[in-house]
């Protein structure tokens, strides 16, 4: 005992002395001379000897800070020895905590724990339905916009959510992250016989299975919900994995509510938990650990225990996390609150932050979301818009000096693009044509299952957010599926949404399909606009239109008929709806083929461009369709561009045809090079609503340029059309040149 004190007592003499020792350097060095700080370069002139004294007090502080750190070891050892080895201090968090204490949350020297800049980051997101995969790209969007460290996400999903998160991250094809899937239908028999009265349903118990969900050869793994929002690189998050003692395997912040205090109301119940207990909404599992301390059966055997007498869960998976804890609390490292700020209702969230720097995680736990009360919620709210609309493109940034594993796709594009003359004329349109746009297939609900119907049909079509206007009418003139593209940029997409939610037609139509295909480059992709559309219908036929367009009152039901009745099953044929157009923006709609006649008789409706492209929709043969009572055949010409319906398997429009001009023509082309027949419906009509001119096609008519390359696009599409068909592709090659 008396030599632990004499180690203290040289400790605290030591401690002194250096102290004295730094003062004094600091006076010296950051006297004022003439008023000016010697702190800045000594000034030409000065005496050697400064320079002297300053070496040797630096040797003597470096002397003493020897001894000090002596001392230390000494005095650890001593105190090692007097409490039988057992540490005085446990290996607890970021605040100094002991497990399971109710102290602050922060420190005031926390320990320093680095992140390699090329260290790959794992990130584990149940994800399910279309709301939760539109509510995850902002997520994504936080953490790439702060990241600095290789990612590699890894989803749960449904089958919704993988085909629509899979195609996005393909087509986002940002550097240095990678993406793996899992199938949540697999893990659903582990979680189903579990009781939850939550909203996120079975898919709120997901993350109880991660340790098998996930690669045995993933050691640790940060987990997030879908409306968490990042406002610092996650990297640092990562770094807490290096604070966990031996035992802890989850880390967690506390719960910022008093929900598992149970006095939010008379009679609450809540599952049993630690204090405040814990909220999931942002995991730090240690998956290596977990597994070897039997995770599953340690899980299940609490959840079927509580469940004797809770009979459901309330809160999801976070009920049973805390019902373990609240077992063996030695399992959690507590997470600063900072890391899960919770925006629910009853939130204590304001005591984790004073400065805006204190913000590390946003979480929405809420059902309220947005508008959820809050005395900062406006800040709040404008951090999460910031990203909700944040032009994702921007986010296709290299990790320079970190090794990026091969992807074909973006080096083939990569070589593409180097393969590109910048001296052509035509350089613009060939950049646009290998530009890889994101894009968010079915970007609002979409419900509609595809009957075992040989003659259903979908509406197909594209448009920029100067159409919008036109889906509401569309809608009112079409009951069945529509698959529609939407070039927008990500602002746009978000007002479209609202739009969408507002509107009393849109929002009770649930087979409608959205397509976001987002902008990027400076001409209107429109054949790229129709593949996507196309590609995601799920009926056996598709009407190819234009979104100007309003279909006759119940097309949709005489086109199935027209393909049972034509058998169209067993031929190949396209069947042509004759466009009509008007000028005025009113128009009392015909009802029927006589009504029509009568106006086009009167002058209030024309056969479609007529007056400025005759060539386009002439081989319609308008004449005979005004007495025709079946379907008769026409042949194909140049520049015909009807509007058609075809089978799903049709061939798709050639994309290197951008803003105006040749776009629908060389669809029409090819389908005639693969023999279809083009048969003109006798009873179905379409009309064209007014609207003012596109941009492209003020360009394709004031710019020679514009049309000398659109020319050129022509010829190289007659060669490639000659390449795959043959002899059979020279009339139009002979065609063209005899125009």
Not at 130 to 142: E, P
Not at 584 to 597: C, G, I, M, N
């Amino acid at each position: 005992m008396l030599r632990s004190w004499r180690v203290k007592l040289k400790l605290l003499l030591a401690t002194v002395t250096l102290a004295v020792l730094l003062s004094w350097l600091y006076l010296f060095v950051g006297s004022l001379e003439y008023g000016r700080f010697l702190l800045l370069p000594p000034c030409l002139g000065e005496q050697p000897s400064r320079d002297v004294e300053r070496e040797a007090l630096a040797s003597r502080v470096r002397r003493v800070e020897e001894e000090n750190q002596q001392l230390r070891l000494q005095l650890s050892q001593v105190q090692a020895e007097g409490s039988d080895g057992n540490p005085q201090w446990g290996a607890s968090a970021e605040d100094g905590d002991p497990p399971g204490g109710e102290g602050s949350n922060r420190t005031a020297c926390p320990k320093q724990r680095t992140v390699h800049k090329c260290e790959l980051l794992h990130v584990a997101i149940v994800c399910a339905g279309h709301n939760a995969s539109r509510d995850v790209v902002t997520l994504v969007k936080s953490i790439l916009f702060h990241r600095k460290n290789p990612l590699h996400f890894h989803f749960i999903t449904d089958s919704v959510a993988h085909q629509i998160l899979q195609t996005l991250f393909q087509s986002w094809m940002v550097p240095s992250v990678h993406v793996s899937f899992y199938n949540a239908d697999d893990l659903k028999p582990e979680v189903s016989w579990i009781p939850n009265k939550h909203y996120s349903g079975i898919y709120g118990l997901m993350k109880l299975t991660l340790t098998k969900a996930l690669p045995s050869s993933l050691s640790k793994v940060i987990v997030l919900d879908t409306d968490i929002t990042f406002a610092t690189d996650i990297a640092e998050l990562w770094a807490v994995f290096g604070k966990f003692s031996d035992k802890q395997v989850i880390g967690l912040v506390e719960n910022q509510s008093d929900w598992y205090l149970g006095n939010l109301w008379k009679n609450h119940k809540p599952w049993p938990a630690l204090g405040r207990g814990f909220n999931t909404g942002v995991i730090l599992l240690l998956l290596d650990r977990l597994r070897r301390l039997g995770w599953e059966q340690m899980w299940r055997l609490t959840a079927e225990r509580e469940l004797m007498s809770m009979l459901s869960t309330s809160l999801a998976d976070q009920d049973i996390f805390n019902a373990v804890i609240k077992q063996d609390p030695a399992l959690v490292y507590r997470l600063p609150c900072f890391w899960n700020v919770q925006l629910s209702d009853h939130t204590r969230s304001e005591q984790c932050y004073t400065e805006v720097s204190d913000l590390k995680v946003i979480h929405w736990n809420s059902p309220k979301k947005l508008r959820v009360k809050n005395k900062h919620v406006e800040f709040f709210r404008n951090l999460y818009l910031t990203f909700l609309e944040y032009d994702g493109n921007l986010l296709r940034r290299e990790l320079f000096g970190c090794a990026s594993l091969p992807s074909p796709p973006s080096d083939q594009l990569q070589q593409a693009l180097e393969e590109l003359d910048e001296d052509d004329p035509c350089y613009d349109f060939r950049r646009q044509h290998l530009t890889e746009h994101r894009v968010h297939l079915f970007f609002l609900q979409y419900e509609f299952l595809a009957l075992p119907n040989p003659t259903d049909v979908t509406l197909v079509a594209q448009l920029s957010m100067d159409r919008l206007q036109m889906l509401e009418a569309i809608c009112k003139h079409w009951a069945g599926p529509i698959s529609l593209a939407l070039y927008m940029s990500d602002a746009e997409a978000q007002q479209f949404l609202r739009y969408a939610q507002a509107s009393e037609v849109l929002s009770a139509r649930r087979n409608v399909a959205y397509h976001i295909v987002y902008k990027e480059g400076q001409f209107y992709p429109i054949n790229l606009l129709r593949n996507v559309a196309l590609a995601n219908t799920q009926t056996p036929y598709v009407f190819l239109t234009d979104i100007d367009f309003l279909p006759m009152y119940g097309l949709y039901d005489y086109l199935r008929n027209s393909i049972q009745q034509l058998e169209l099953p067993q031929r190949k044929a396209a069947l042509i709806v004759p466009a009509f157009e008007t000028l005025h923006y009113r128009l009392t709609f015909p009802k029927s083929k006589a009504e029509l006649l009568s106006m086009l008789d009167m002058g209030s409706l024309y056969t479609f461009r007529y007056h400025v492209w005759p060539k386009g929709h002439a081989p319609t043969d308008y004449a005979k369709w005004r007495t025709a009572t079946v379907p008769y055949r026409v042949a194909w010409q140049p520049d015909f561009e009807p509007y058609v319906v075809v089978r799903r398997d049709c061939p798709k429009y050639d994309q290197r045809f951008v803003g105006f001009g040749w776009n629908k023509v060389s669809h029409i082309m090819e389908l005639d090079a693969q023999e279809y027949e083009l048969l003109v419906l006798p009873n179905a009509f379409m009309i064209h609503m007014p609207h003012a001119p596109s941009f492209d096609i003020s360009k394709f008519r004031l710019s020679a340029g514009y049309r000398g390359c659109l020319q050129t696009l022509r010829e190289e599409f007659h060669q490639d059309l000659s390449r795959r068909y043959g002899a059979a592709a020279l009339k139009y090659l002979t065609a063209e040149r005899s125009l």
